[in-house]
């Protein structure tokens, strides 16, 4: 059983274009992540939710906007998607409580490599 | 901002031999956490290690963590081509609330 599940897991669109990501976890997790790693793989927060509350807004553009309908679900929706958009895309859920302190490890999905041509 | 940086940034070795690779961070820690990708998936979690511990076993891997210096190092023992994969540290740090930062990771090969 996947416990961190990204689809698709790969998307090529051209600029200007609309479109989302989906991520479900399975572990009963409090708290989800998106997670951006550019080609030299640095990989940098987005956002974090916590029971479908958005806890950090990491001064991501607001073409990007993030959705969680539910505890388990994350979904990321791309506006107007640009060249500098091109990444991969990495969902997570840990056991915190999206309080300010970090305890438990952080569970990822396998990515959706975004591509804009 | 990056917090963690890792180091060497690649490192080529031989089955059976080990491999060592340190991560130096800037602030406070409340905990650091070493985390494994293999190529195209997803990190997985190895260790945490908190700031009040000096050291960390699990199976072939052992971190450690010197507060003093800000950094931490992962040894991996009599590695395994399995073991290819990049390595990152990731820090919950005093001036990042509820954000784990990640460095850009050690690209480790282990050749047969």
């Known amino acids: 059983d996947t416990a961190v599940s990204q689809t698709p897991k790969y998307l090529v669109t051209q600029m200007g274009n609309d479109k989302s990501i989906k991520c479900e976890q399975n572990?009963?997790?409090?708290?989800m992540y998106w997670y951006k790693q550019d080609s030299k793989k640095f990989l940098k927060i987005m956002f974090s939710?916590?029971?479908?509350?958005?806890?950090i807004n990491e001064t991501v553009p607001n073409r990007f906007s993030p959705k969680s309908p539910d505890k388990a679900h994350l979904n990321l929706h791309i506006n107007s998607l640009e060249l500098g958009d091109s990444a991969v895309y990495f969902c997570?859920?840990?056991?915190?409580?999206?309080?300010?302190?970090?305890?438990?490890?952080?569970?990822f999905g396998n990515g959706t490599r975004l591509t804009v041509t | 901002s990056q917090q963690g940086e890792e180091d060497p940034q690649a490192l080529s070795i031989q089955e059976g031999e080990n491999a060592t690779m340190n991560c130096s961070y800037k602030?406070?820690?409340?905990?650091l956490q070493w985390y494994r990708q293999n190529s195209g998936r997803g990190l997985v979690h190895l260790i945490l290690?908190?700031?009040?511990?000096r050291e960390k076993h699990s199976g072939r891997l052992r971190v450690t963590l010197d507060t003093s210096k800000k950094s931490s190092s992962l040894l991996i023992t009599a590695s395994r081509a399995a073991d290819t994969a990049s390595y990152f540290c990731?820090?919950?740090?005093?001036?990042?609330?509820?954000?784990?930062?990640f460095g850009a990771g050690t690209q480790v090969v282990v050749t047969p």
């Open positions: 997570a859920s840990s056991q915190d409580s999206g309080s300010w302190l970090i305890n438990s490890p952080l569970h």
């Open positions: 572990l009963g997790h409090d708290t």
């Open positions: 939710y916590n029971n479908k509350e958005l806890i």
């Open positions: 602030t406070s820690i409340n905990n």
């Open positions: 290690i908190r700031s009040n511990e």
């Open positions: 990731a820090t919950d740090g005093a001036d990042s609330w509820g954000k784990l930062q």
